[in-house]
């Protein structure tokens, strides 16, 4: 076994700084291949890794070899490459001592940590992708230590400036990005005081957007597992109520929404329809309060304009998807939640719901030939599921919610949804979404049922779906009336 002694005078002489140059050991292939195997030696040996590990003499030796290297002019390519090669058998050297507890990291962060984020904001060392084992070992040295990740946090937030921080995010390759946000996750998955570091910071805001803006490609790319490491940070962001600040972040002035917003949308949606989802009260009242006023009312007026102009362009179709999300997130959270369900009434939300039913349902065709697949022929200015989506809202709201089912009939609601009981390949479970409204919408209200039935009498409704709904016509005293139907 190597000791402890050969071990500190071995990296010593790695240092430019020291008698014995670093530049010897790049220059001779002897040197260079002795002084990997006896770092290969302490790898392979649990038991050195753990007395290295605990010494301070080797972290105050490390961190003098990283800066030795680091700084060192080379005279050859191979020289360079040398060079990098032996920052990453040291940089993997310190990960592997960090295993020896809580010592090793307090070490390592003494005397590491300012090399660390020199090394991820070298050009030489992003240029030869050093930043992964550089993040690795900052991983390891914050692993299960609450007191060095309070303390590491925030200086890593707020170490670099933006053009510095774009570029070490730029120079990021998958394996790094990886370690980035193990780090991130690690730091905020218990601690609302580390999120709200996260929002305030010069850097937090920046490394948000950086990694929305590669999470569809880390989604489609089934090798790593980036995306749900990306989601996992998201989804911190989230059960803490921080998904308003989140979504101001990644606003776009040019575009409303913007790309990164529609790929937020669709991380909360996942998030809300997930099977162990935790909400607070107070976050569903505030997340159902964001999504309706800052999001469904900022974007209606924009549906409507795209409608009538039938204008098909990029900006039309990133529309469609992310209002889609917006009325699935409210669909899951009135779902999900009592009080977020009556918050959304008491928010008056039903009457806007009803407004863009209707106007929909007069600007875009209803299409009942299909021919190929549906959905790729469908103009995004027609806004596919739209329709479908909003009375899936409304029929959670009226269920055995008198005020709600009233104003639905005051602001001229049944018509329109009964209207909508006709197969529809814009809106492909429209029908079975629209009698199971129209269910909600009659029970227990003699009004509903006369006005329903009073339309049955001027015209052929929708009889087929009244039945489904569990209701029948009949004629008593020359009038047509509703009755619930007897079920066996």
């Not at 609450?146 to 170490?159: G, S, Y």
């Not at 935790?278 to 006023?293: C, H, P």
């Amino acid at each position: 076994m190597v000791t402890l002694e050969e071990v500190v005078s071995f990296l010593n002489s790695l240092t430019p700084r020291n008698q014995h140059s670093g530049a010897v050991v790049l220059k001779h292939q002897p040197a260079f291949d002795g002084s990997i195997s006896r770092i290969a030696v302490i790898l392979q040996d649990s038991d050195s890794r753990s007395t290295f590990g605990q010494s301070e003499d080797v972290w105050r030796s490390i961190s003098s070899v990283l800066s030795g290297l680091r700084t060192l002019t080379t005279e050859s390519a191979e020289e360079s490459s040398r060079r990098d090669r032996l920052i990453r058998v040291v940089l993997t050297l310190s990960m592997n001592l960090l295993t020896a507890g809580p010592p090793a990291q307090q070490f390592a962060f003494r005397y590491l940590k300012d090399e660390l984020f020199c090394i991820l904001a070298d050009d030489e060392c992003i240029k030869n992708s050093l930043c992964a084992p550089c993040l690795k070992t900052m991983v390891n040295m914050c692993a299960s230590n609450d007191n060095i990740t309070e303390e590491l946090w925030p200086e890593f937030l707020n170490k670099y400036d933006e053009p510095t921080l774009t570029k070490v995010l730029s120079g990021l390759d998958d394996d790094s990005y990886m370690a980035l946000l193990v780090f991130i996750a690690g730091s905020i998955r218990s601690s609302e005081d580390r999120i709200a570091r996260l929002l305030k910071s010069s850097g937090g805001p920046i490394l948000l957007i950086n990694i929305l803006d590669k999470v569809d490609t880390w989604m489609k790319n089934e090798r790593n597992n980036n995306f749900e490491l990306a989601y996992s940070v998201f989804e911190s962001l989230i059960r803490h109520g921080r998904f308003p600040q989140v979504y101001k972040t990644a606003s776009d002035p040019a575009d409303i929404p913007s790309e990164l917003q529609v790929t937020l949308m669709r991380l909360l949606d996942a998030y809300l329809t997930a099977k162990d989802v935790i909400v607070t009260s107070e976050n569903q009242l505030g997340l159902a309060d964001f999504l309706y006023n800052d999001l469904f009312c900022e974007c209606k007026p924009l549906i409507v304009q795209v409608m009538t102009k039938k204008v098909d362009n990029i900006e039309a179709k990133r529309l469609a998807v992310f209002i889609l999300d917006v009325l699935e997130c409210i669909t899951s959270l009135i779902s999900l939640s009592v009080n977020a369900k009556s918050f959304m009434v008491k928010l008056n939300a039903v009457p806007q719901f009803l407004d863009l039913l209707r106007r929909t349902d007069d600007l875009t065709p209803r299409r009942t030939l299909k021919s190929g697949n549906p959905d790729d022929q469908i103009p995004s200015y027609e806004f596919p599921s739209l329709k479908q989506k909003l009375i899936g809202i409304l029929g959670i709201l009226v269920q055995g919610d008198r005020k709600v089912q009233d104003q639905v009939r005051e602001f001229g609601g049944l018509p329109v949804i009964l209207s909508q009981c006709n197969i529809d390949d814009n809106n492909p479970f429209i029908r079975e979404y629209a009698v199971l409204c129209i269910k909600g919408l009659l029970d227990n209200n003699e009004e509903n049922q006369t006005f329903v039935a009073s339309l049955e009498a001027r015209e052929p409704v929708t009889t087929d779906a009244l039945e489904e709904a569990g209701y029948e016509t009949r004629i008593i005293n020359g009038k047509v009336s509703l009755k619930r139907k007897n079920v066996k």
